[in-house]
T-cell receptor, first 110, second 114 residues
Framework: TQLLEQSPQFLSIQEGENLTVYCNSS?????LQWYRQEPGEGPVLLVT?????EVKKLKRLTFQFGDARKDSSLHITAAQPGDTGLYLC??????????FGTGTRLQVTL | GAVVSQHPSRVICKSGTSVKIECRSLDFQATTMFWYRQFPKKSLMLMAT?????????EQGVEKDKFLINHASLTLSTLTVTSAHPEDSSFYIC??????????FGQGTRLTVV
């Protein structure tokens, strides 16, 4: 059973469109991280959300941590082809182990 | 950010042979290193956690005799896939972290067993 379920699994949109990716769980987390991974490379950390209800912005990306700290969302405004990649939420558990969600593949076309 | 180097980036080996993948933290000492496996278009699955000087801790379902992990120093961990078979073909990624800091990832190794 995957602790972190992401939706949608795959999203194909055109440049300029907006989108939201969701990361859901029945567990409560002290924090969640979001990563982006491009093909053939390792994931790169985008943001860490810590406080319930917290909203963080990174240029066109807006991250929100649910009030109950069980879920998180990533909203991208005016998507660009450079946003294409695999988006992963993750949490740090016991022994500092980083566990990833199921992932959302985003494809942005011209 | 810190740099984690993984080598090789791609390797093709014959069925039955062993392959070693190296993970180095170039500019910091990593108290813990992690090894992940990733199937095409899927998320990363944690295989094992290694701490310098001690035996690796494997996740449930991961064969420790198949995937040998050695963490000989604070800057180097190795993953050896022994007696590789085509089903071991995958993308393997390491990460390293210092105490209570974020994890940094290597660029991954694409293993193809023919």
């Amino acid at each position: 059973t995957q602790l972190l379920e992401q939706s949608p699994q795959f999203l194909s949109i055109q440049e300029g469109e907006n989108l939201t990716v969701y990361c859901n769980s029945s567990s409560v987390f002290s924090s969640l991280q979001w990563y982006r991974q491009e093909p053939g490379e390792g994931p790169v950390l985008l943001v860490t959300v810590v406080t319930g209800g917290e909203v963080k912005k990174l240029k066109r990306l807006t991250f929100q941590f649910g009030d109950a700290r069980k879920d998180s969302s990533l909203h991208i405004t005016a998507a660009q082809p450079g946003d294409t990649g695999l988006y992963l939420c993750a949490f740090t558990g016991t022994a500092s182990k980083l566990t990833f969600g199921t992932g959302t593949r985003l494809q942005v076309t011209l | 950010g810190a740099v984690v180097s993984q080598h090789p980036s791609r390797v093709i080996c014959k069925s039955g042979t062993s392959v070693k993948i190296e993970c180095r933290s170039l500019d910091f000492q990593a108290t813990t290193m992690f090894w992940y496996r990733q199937f095409p278009k899927k998320s990363l699955m944690l295989m094992a956690t290694s701490n310098e000087g001690s035996k690796a801790t494997y996740e449930q379902g991961v064969e420790k005799d198949k995937f040998l992990i050695n963490h000989a120093s604070l800057t180097l961990s190795t993953l050896t896939v022994t007696s590789a078979h085509p089903e071991d073909s995958s993308f393997y990624i390491c990460s390293a972290r210092r105490l209570r800091t974020e994890a940094f990832f290597g660029q991954g190794t694409r293993l193809t067993v023919v």
